[in-house]
């Protein structure tokens, strides 16, 4: 019989995970609330903000900006320079993985004949199957899981799916609220809308996209895994060695301006809509340092590891994601103010950055749920690192 808590755990660490899930509760009732508290109090309809799903228009996008385009694309080349050169450059004496003969296993070559299927039914138009055009996203998700996770199997006889299947299906649904939330910070700074969904009622259309976003978590932290090789892992580990001056001081600073920010992006929205992606980073970061007494000046190993390799699978699926997208019926498109230029797919070039804070928010969720489906008390708020290995 399926028990939530085995029964080997004592009241006092059911009490601690009811006290986590009550300070989630009301991390999220926060930063639901900052965004609408902040336009109501500058005299914005709330109404056209809420709308399900967001619409064209709504929100009046400044056109783009050369200036504009050139400088953030300086800063954050700069930026995440050291991290590429960290992460790409040649070794003196680098040698690869060792080679596997496992096979690819079945559940794999499904994953792959789905994909193909769904793919080509995706982006073609065959009349026999107009009245399911628009469902193909969910299989395609599901596929790109299969896949990863299978590909992991064949060179590690091990993988997220097999090894914590609880883990692994505790993942889907705390998904789809995930990126229901984002959903709803676009709402304020309407960076992205649907095409082929008017037919869709809300209620409809709530259905139909929670089934593709519930595989986001699942998808993200199965590339995180594959990409978790030890030369990629030796590679991670050794950026971000450097001293954190005051950590809890800094994670305040980072709390108080990112939910300042989560305030005004429906204010100011054409210079603070990428706060929908960096501020949601910050609080949650900011609050993992903070509730960790004995948090470290120098960041242990694993969380560099995540900080680095997260993001990257972030991106990774982005790509996937906004490819599949393209020539997609139902599909969304962007408005990205003043540097929403240089498209690649759908999404502009600078846009991509998005996805790079989003992978450590889907770290940091994993990481909770990891928590909350294990069977054994966690050591420590350190093993939030180890959890999504």
Not at 20 to 39: D, H
Not at 115 to 125: E, G
Not at 222 to 240: K, V
Request: proline share 8%; with cysteine; glycine share 6%.
């Amino acid at each position: 019989m399926f028990q939530l808590y085995p029964p080997n755990q004592s009241y006092g660490y059911l009490m601690t995970r009811a006290r986590r899930l009550a300070a989630a509760a009301v991390l999220i009732v926060l930063m639901v609330a900052l965004p609408v508290t902040g336009a109501a109090l500058a005299g914005k309809p709330i109404g056209g903000y809420l709308k399900c799903p967001p619409q064209a228009g709504f929100v009046a996008h400044a056109p783009f900006s050369w200036p504009a385009f050139v400088v953030l694309a300086i800063a954050c080349g700069l930026l995440l320079a050291p991290f590429i050169r960290g992460m790409f450059a040649k070794e003196p004496h680098e040698h690869g993985d060792p080679p596997t003969s496992r096979p690819y296993p079945w559940w794999g070559w499904a994953g792959l004949a789905l994909c193909v299927a769904a793919w080509v039914l995706s982006w073609t138009r065959l009349s026999w199957f107009a009245g399911l055009q628009r469902y193909t996203f969910a299989p395609l998700w599901v596929s790109y899981v299969l896949t990863v996770n299978a590909l992991r199997y064949r060179r590690e006889g091990r993988c997220m799916m097999l090894d914590r299947p609880r883990f692994f299906l505790f993942l889907f649904l705390p998904s789809a609220v995930f990126w229901w939330f984002f959903e709803y910070l676009n709402g304020f700074v309407h960076s992205w809308y649907y095409l082929g969904i008017a037919h869709l009622s809300s209620t409809q259309y709530f259905i139909l996209a929670s089934l593709p976003f519930s595989t986001v978590l699942p998808a993200v932290i199965g590339t995180y895994e594959l990409l978790d090789t030890p030369r990629m892992r030796a590679r991670a580990e050794a950026l971000l060695t450097s001293r954190l001056p005051s950590p809890r001081r800094v994670a305040i600073a980072m709390l108080v301006l990112a939910g300042a920010g989560l305030a005004l992006i429906g204010v100011l929205p054409d210079y603070l809509f990428p706060l929908v992606w960096i501020s949601p980073a910050l609080i949650f970061a900011a609050i993992y340092v903070l509730r960790d007494r004995t948090f470290p000046s120098v960041m242990p190993p694993v969380l560099r590891r995540q900080i680095v390799l997260l993001p990257l699978a972030a991106l990774i699926c982005g790509c996937f994601w906004e490819m599949w997208n393209f020539y997609s019926l139902a599909k969304w498109k962007y408005e990205i103010p003043l540097v929403g230029g240089f498209h690649i797919f759908e999404m502009p070039l600078l846009g991509y950055l998005g996805y790079l804070p989003f992978g450590w928010e889907c770290g940091l969720i994993a990481a909770f749920v990891e928590r909350l489906t294990s069977e054994r008390q966690p050591a420590d708020a350190s093993e939030i690192g180890r959890k999504v290995d």
